[in-house]
Protein backbone atom coordinates (compact mmCIF):
# COMPACT_ATOMS: atom_id res chain seq x y z
CA UNK A 1 0.00 0.00 0.00
CA UNK A 2 1.44 3.27 -1.26
CA UNK A 3 -0.14 6.66 0.68
CA UNK A 4 1.19 10.40 -0.15
CA UNK A 5 0.48 11.86 3.02
CA UNK A 6 -0.32 15.80 2.13
CA UNK A 7 0.73 17.94 5.42
CA UNK A 8 -0.12 21.49 5.92
CA UNK A 9 3.36 21.65 7.25
CA UNK A 10 6.55 20.12 7.98
CA UNK A 11 7.57 18.46 11.23
CA UNK A 12 7.60 21.68 13.00
CA UNK A 13 3.71 22.32 12.89
CA UNK A 14 1.94 20.44 15.62
CA UNK A 15 -0.90 19.84 13.83
CA UNK A 16 1.27 18.08 10.69
CA UNK A 17 3.54 16.40 13.78
CA UNK A 18 0.90 14.66 15.84
CA UNK A 19 -1.67 13.83 13.26
CA UNK A 20 1.24 12.54 10.65
CA UNK A 21 4.79 12.59 11.02
CA UNK A 22 4.81 10.46 14.39
CA UNK A 23 2.71 8.10 13.28
CA UNK A 24 5.05 7.18 10.29
CA UNK A 25 7.83 4.82 11.69
CA UNK A 26 4.51 2.44 13.04
CA UNK A 27 2.73 2.76 10.00
CA UNK A 28 5.65 1.52 8.08
CA UNK A 29 6.64 -1.12 10.33
CA UNK A 30 2.97 -2.18 9.10
CA UNK A 31 3.59 -2.59 5.38
CA UNK A 32 2.46 1.28 4.60
CA UNK A 33 4.91 2.63 1.68
CA UNK A 34 4.76 6.45 3.17
CA UNK A 35 5.69 9.81 1.43
CA UNK A 36 5.30 12.93 2.86
CA UNK A 37 4.60 16.17 0.95
CA UNK A 38 4.36 19.64 3.41
CA UNK A 39 3.11 22.47 1.79
CA UNK A 40 4.95 24.55 4.18
CA UNK A 41 8.45 23.19 4.46
CA UNK A 42 11.15 23.99 7.02
CA UNK A 43 12.42 27.32 6.08
CA UNK A 44 9.23 28.74 5.44
CA UNK A 45 7.91 27.21 8.63
CA UNK A 46 10.43 29.73 10.56
CA UNK A 47 9.89 32.51 8.17
CA UNK A 48 6.01 32.38 9.11
CA UNK A 49 5.87 31.36 12.49
CA UNK A 50 8.78 31.27 14.74
CA UNK A 51 9.49 35.02 14.87
CA UNK A 52 13.08 34.50 13.00
CA UNK A 53 14.47 37.39 11.61
CA UNK A 54 13.80 36.80 7.90
CA UNK A 55 9.66 36.97 7.70
CA UNK A 56 7.71 36.02 4.39
CA UNK A 57 4.32 37.15 3.20
CA UNK A 58 1.18 35.20 3.85
CA UNK A 59 1.26 35.40 -0.30
CA UNK A 60 4.25 33.94 -0.27
CA UNK A 61 2.96 31.14 1.74
CA UNK A 62 0.03 30.41 -0.56
CA UNK A 63 2.25 30.95 -3.79
CA UNK A 64 4.81 28.05 -2.31
CA UNK A 65 1.72 26.00 -1.70
CA UNK A 66 0.05 25.96 -4.70
CA UNK A 67 3.08 24.87 -6.84
CA UNK A 68 3.97 22.26 -4.50
CA UNK A 69 0.01 21.01 -4.76
CA UNK A 70 -0.21 21.28 -8.29
CA UNK A 71 3.42 18.96 -8.38
CA UNK A 72 1.05 16.75 -6.01
CA UNK A 73 -1.41 16.59 -8.59
CA UNK A 74 0.71 15.62 -11.63
CA UNK A 75 2.58 12.69 -9.38
CA UNK A 76 -0.89 11.15 -7.81
CA UNK A 77 -1.28 8.22 -10.18
CA UNK A 78 2.02 6.84 -8.75
CA UNK A 79 -0.25 6.07 -5.36
CA UNK A 80 -2.71 4.17 -3.57
CA UNK A 81 -4.26 6.43 -1.41
CA UNK A 82 -3.79 10.01 -0.27
CA UNK A 83 -4.48 11.26 2.95
CA UNK A 84 -5.47 14.79 3.24
CA UNK A 85 -4.21 16.62 6.41
CA UNK A 86 -6.39 19.46 7.31
CA UNK A 87 -6.65 20.64 3.86
CA UNK A 88 -4.62 22.42 1.40
CA UNK A 89 -6.69 25.71 1.67
CA UNK A 90 -8.96 24.75 4.20
CA UNK A 91 -12.18 26.91 4.14
CA UNK A 92 -10.63 29.00 0.90
CA UNK A 93 -10.67 26.44 -1.96
CA UNK A 94 -11.64 22.45 -2.46
CA UNK A 95 -10.55 22.03 -5.86
CA UNK A 96 -7.49 20.21 -5.15
CA UNK A 97 -9.14 17.58 -3.06
CA UNK A 98 -11.94 17.41 -5.42
CA UNK A 99 -9.57 16.70 -8.58
CA UNK A 100 -7.01 14.61 -6.16
CA UNK A 101 -10.74 12.39 -5.11
CA UNK A 102 -11.80 11.78 -8.72
CA UNK A 103 -8.45 9.94 -9.26
CA UNK A 104 -7.59 8.10 -5.86
CA UNK A 105 -9.20 7.30 -3.11
CA UNK A 106 -8.67 10.56 -0.13
CA UNK A 107 -9.20 10.53 3.39
CA UNK A 108 -9.03 13.47 5.06
CA UNK A 109 -8.25 13.95 8.74
CA UNK A 110 -8.70 17.60 10.72
CA UNK A 111 -8.19 18.20 14.14
CA UNK A 112 -9.59 21.53 14.16
CA UNK A 113 -12.85 22.97 13.92
CA UNK A 114 -11.98 24.72 10.64
CA UNK A 115 -15.35 25.14 9.21
CA UNK A 116 -16.26 28.16 11.37
CA UNK A 117 -15.05 31.61 10.76
CA UNK A 118 -11.57 32.12 10.94
CA UNK A 119 -10.17 33.77 14.45
CA UNK A 120 -7.34 36.15 13.95
CA UNK A 121 -4.93 36.29 10.89
CA UNK A 122 -5.64 38.82 7.69
CA UNK A 123 -9.02 40.60 7.44
CA UNK A 124 -8.66 39.30 4.08
CA UNK A 125 -8.69 35.54 4.70
CA UNK A 126 -11.02 36.06 7.12
CA UNK A 127 -13.96 37.99 4.23
CA UNK A 128 -12.67 34.90 2.22
CA UNK A 129 -13.32 31.91 4.51
CA UNK A 130 -16.09 29.38 3.02
CA UNK A 131 -17.61 26.93 5.29
CA UNK A 132 -19.03 25.48 1.89
CA UNK A 133 -15.46 24.85 1.05
CA UNK A 134 -14.70 22.31 3.86
CA UNK A 135 -18.34 20.81 3.73
CA UNK A 136 -17.24 20.26 -0.03
CA UNK A 137 -13.76 18.09 1.02
CA UNK A 138 -15.55 16.44 3.36
CA UNK A 139 -18.17 15.00 1.01
CA UNK A 140 -15.82 14.26 -1.81
CA UNK A 141 -13.04 12.01 0.84
CA UNK A 142 -13.86 8.59 0.47
CA UNK A 143 -13.06 8.35 4.17
CA UNK A 144 -12.45 11.00 6.79
CA UNK A 145 -10.59 10.70 10.01
CA UNK A 146 -11.55 13.46 13.09
CA UNK A 147 -9.12 13.82 16.34
CA UNK A 148 -12.67 14.32 18.65
CA UNK A 149 -16.26 13.59 19.10
CA UNK A 150 -17.45 17.55 18.21
CA UNK A 151 -15.73 17.13 14.78
CA UNK A 152 -16.96 13.91 14.26
CA UNK A 153 -20.30 14.89 15.05
CA UNK A 154 -19.87 17.69 12.38
CA UNK A 155 -18.39 15.41 9.18
CA UNK A 156 -20.87 12.81 9.67
CA UNK A 157 -23.08 15.53 8.44
CA UNK A 158 -21.47 15.38 5.08
CA UNK A 159 -19.94 11.99 5.02
CA UNK A 160 -20.56 8.53 6.32
CA UNK A 161 -17.40 7.07 7.12
CA UNK A 162 -16.05 9.09 9.91
CA UNK A 163 -13.59 7.38 12.03
CA UNK A 164 -12.63 9.39 15.58
CA UNK A 165 -8.47 8.85 16.14
CA UNK A 166 -7.86 11.15 19.11
CA UNK A 167 -4.42 12.93 18.64
CA UNK A 168 -1.75 10.85 20.51
CA UNK A 169 2.04 10.71 21.86
CA UNK A 170 5.20 8.91 22.22
CA UNK A 171 5.39 8.34 25.67
CA UNK A 172 9.21 7.27 25.00
CA UNK A 173 10.38 10.20 23.63
CA UNK A 174 9.29 12.04 26.57
CA UNK A 175 11.56 11.92 30.00
CA UNK A 176 9.96 12.28 33.24
CA UNK A 177 9.65 15.55 34.86
CA UNK A 178 10.90 16.48 38.72
CA UNK A 179 8.10 16.46 41.26
CA UNK A 180 8.51 20.33 41.68
CA UNK A 181 5.94 22.87 42.19
CA UNK A 182 7.48 24.97 38.94
CA UNK A 183 3.57 26.50 37.27
CA UNK A 184 4.26 25.91 33.15
CA UNK A 185 2.43 26.26 30.06
CA UNK A 186 3.74 24.96 26.76
CA UNK A 187 1.69 26.91 23.37
CA UNK A 188 2.69 29.25 20.52
CA UNK A 189 1.80 32.53 18.89
CA UNK A 190 -1.77 32.26 18.01
CA UNK A 191 -2.68 30.22 21.46
CA UNK A 192 -0.55 32.99 24.01
CA UNK A 193 -3.58 34.77 24.60
CA UNK A 194 -5.39 31.68 26.17
CA UNK A 195 -2.96 32.48 29.55
CA UNK A 196 -3.70 36.20 29.89
CA UNK A 197 -7.38 35.03 32.23
CA UNK A 198 -4.98 33.41 34.76
CA UNK A 199 -2.79 36.57 35.95
CA UNK A 200 -5.38 36.95 38.67
CA UNK A 201 -4.33 33.46 39.58
CA UNK A 202 -0.62 33.75 39.28
CA UNK A 203 -1.08 37.67 41.23
CA UNK A 204 -2.43 35.82 43.88
CA UNK A 205 -0.08 32.89 44.18
CA UNK A 206 2.70 35.27 43.47
CA UNK A 207 4.26 32.94 41.19
CA UNK A 208 5.67 33.57 37.94
CA UNK A 209 4.75 30.85 35.43
CA UNK A 210 7.25 29.61 32.88
CA UNK A 211 5.95 29.68 29.28
CA UNK A 212 7.56 27.88 26.01
CA UNK A 213 5.61 28.85 23.46
CA UNK A 214 6.96 31.96 20.13
CA UNK A 215 5.43 35.07 20.11
CA UNK A 216 5.94 38.15 22.22
CA UNK A 217 5.11 37.34 25.86
CA UNK A 218 4.75 40.80 26.75
CA UNK A 219 1.69 41.27 25.37
CA UNK A 220 0.01 39.01 28.09
CA UNK A 221 0.55 41.97 30.59
CA UNK A 222 1.98 39.87 33.24
CA UNK A 223 6.16 38.50 34.22
CA UNK A 224 6.97 35.45 32.82
CA UNK A 225 9.48 33.06 32.88
CA UNK A 226 9.75 32.98 28.84
CA UNK A 227 11.39 30.14 26.87
CA UNK A 228 11.33 30.38 23.12
CA UNK A 229 9.65 27.55 21.51
CA UNK A 230 12.03 25.18 19.52
CA UNK A 231 11.40 21.83 18.70
CA UNK A 232 14.84 20.33 19.38
CA UNK A 233 14.81 21.47 23.22
CA UNK A 234 10.69 21.18 23.55
CA UNK A 235 11.17 17.90 25.74
CA UNK A 236 13.64 18.71 27.84
CA UNK A 237 12.46 22.09 28.79
CA UNK A 238 8.68 20.44 29.18
CA UNK A 239 10.37 17.97 31.04
CA UNK A 240 11.79 21.11 33.92
CA UNK A 241 7.93 21.91 34.22
CA UNK A 242 6.46 20.56 37.84
CA UNK A 243 2.84 21.62 36.99
CA UNK A 244 1.26 21.98 33.46
CA UNK A 245 -1.89 24.76 33.44
CA UNK A 246 -4.19 24.13 30.59
CA UNK A 247 -6.95 27.32 29.92
CA UNK A 248 -9.37 27.37 27.64
CA UNK A 249 -12.31 29.50 26.68
CA UNK A 250 -15.48 27.57 26.06
CA UNK A 251 -16.22 28.58 22.71
CA UNK A 252 -17.31 26.61 19.46
CA UNK A 253 -13.47 26.70 18.53
CA UNK A 254 -12.18 25.48 21.77
CA UNK A 255 -14.17 22.80 21.86
CA UNK A 256 -12.63 21.60 18.51
CA UNK A 257 -9.36 21.33 19.73
CA UNK A 258 -7.89 18.00 20.52
CA UNK A 259 -5.47 18.55 23.95
CA UNK A 260 -2.40 17.58 22.37
CA UNK A 261 -0.81 19.93 25.29
CA UNK A 262 -2.60 18.18 28.31
CA UNK A 263 -1.14 14.79 26.49
CA UNK A 264 2.63 16.68 26.39
CA UNK A 265 2.68 17.61 30.43
CA UNK A 266 1.06 14.05 31.07
CA UNK A 267 3.98 12.12 28.98
CA UNK A 268 6.20 13.62 30.98
CA UNK A 269 4.25 12.74 34.46
CA UNK A 270 3.15 16.40 35.01
CA UNK A 271 0.02 16.90 37.04
CA UNK A 272 -2.29 18.65 35.18
CA UNK A 273 -5.03 21.72 35.77
CA UNK A 274 -7.02 22.19 32.98
CA UNK A 275 -10.02 24.05 31.62
CA UNK A 276 -12.90 21.21 31.01
CA UNK A 277 -13.72 22.50 27.48
CA UNK A 278 -14.15 20.18 24.53
CA UNK A 279 -11.51 17.13 24.48
CA UNK A 280 -10.16 18.31 27.80
CA UNK A 281 -12.60 16.74 30.24
CA UNK A 282 -12.60 13.48 28.37
CA UNK A 283 -8.68 13.71 28.89
CA UNK A 284 -8.87 14.45 32.38
CA UNK A 285 -10.76 12.86 35.32
CA UNK A 286 -11.29 15.46 38.21
CA UNK A 287 -8.76 14.01 41.10
CA UNK A 288 -7.76 10.89 39.23
CA UNK A 289 -5.38 12.36 36.94
CA UNK A 290 -5.81 16.02 36.91
CA UNK A 291 -7.62 18.57 37.78
CA UNK A 292 -9.94 20.76 36.09
CA UNK A 293 -10.87 24.57 37.05
CA UNK A 294 -14.52 25.28 36.07
CA UNK A 295 -14.28 29.21 36.90
CA UNK A 296 -11.62 31.35 36.69
CA UNK A 297 -11.59 31.38 40.77
CA UNK A 298 -10.91 28.02 40.34
CA UNK A 299 -7.54 28.38 39.40
CA UNK A 300 -6.49 29.48 41.98
CA UNK A 301 -6.90 27.24 44.45
CA UNK A 302 -6.46 24.10 42.13
CA UNK A 303 -2.65 25.36 41.43
CA UNK A 304 -2.02 26.32 44.90
CA UNK A 305 -3.52 22.41 46.10
CA UNK A 306 -0.41 21.04 43.85
CA UNK A 307 2.10 23.60 44.43
CA UNK A 308 1.85 22.71 48.78
CA UNK A 309 1.40 19.11 48.24
CA UNK A 310 3.96 16.53 46.48
CA UNK A 311 2.08 13.71 46.95
CA UNK A 312 -1.16 14.65 45.37
CA UNK A 313 1.49 15.97 42.10
CA UNK A 314 2.61 12.42 42.37
CA UNK A 315 -0.50 10.74 42.57
CA UNK A 316 -1.84 13.10 39.44
CA UNK A 317 1.33 12.53 37.57
CA UNK A 318 1.80 8.91 37.82
CA UNK A 319 -1.80 8.57 36.58
CA UNK A 320 -1.35 10.80 33.53
CA UNK A 321 1.48 8.86 32.45
CA UNK A 322 -0.68 6.16 32.92
CA UNK A 323 -3.65 7.31 30.81
CA UNK A 324 -1.23 8.26 27.68
CA UNK A 325 -0.17 4.81 28.05
CA UNK A 326 -3.57 3.61 27.72
CA UNK A 327 -5.40 5.41 25.44
CA UNK A 328 -3.81 8.02 23.74
CA UNK A 329 -0.26 6.36 22.75
CA UNK A 330 0.93 7.18 19.23
CA UNK A 331 1.09 3.01 18.74
CA UNK A 332 -2.75 2.61 19.38
CA UNK A 333 -3.51 6.01 16.40
CA UNK A 334 -1.03 4.43 14.24
CA UNK A 335 -2.90 1.17 14.12
CA UNK A 336 -7.01 2.97 13.93
CA UNK A 337 -5.21 5.05 10.84
CA UNK A 338 -3.92 1.70 9.85
CA UNK A 339 -7.17 0.28 9.91
CA UNK A 340 -8.87 3.47 8.03
CA UNK A 341 -6.19 3.10 5.24
CA UNK A 342 -6.49 -1.05 4.70
CA UNK A 343 -10.33 -0.65 3.96
CA UNK A 344 -9.83 1.44 1.06
CA UNK A 345 -7.62 -0.88 -0.83
Not at 161 to 173: N, R, W
Not at 265 to 273: E, L, T
Request: glycine share 8%; charged share 20%; proline share 7%.
Amino acid sequence: MKVLFLTQTCELGPSSRYRVYQLLPWLKKLGVDCEVSPAIDDALYRRLYLNLPVRTSRAGAFSATWRRRRHDLDRVNDFDIVFVQKGVFPGLYSGFEKKLAARKPLVFDFDDAIWLPRVGGSRALQSLHREAAIQDVLRCARAVIAGNDFLAEYASRFNKTVTVVPSSISLEDYPQAPNSSLVGWIGSRTTLPYLKPLKPAFDALGITPRVIASGDPSSLGFDTDFHPWRLETERSELSQLGIGVAPLPDTPWERGKCGVKLLQYMACGIPVVASPVGVNSKIVTHGVNGLLANYIEDWAPAIHSLMIDPKLRQRLGAAGRDTIEKRFHVQRAAGAVYSVLRSLV
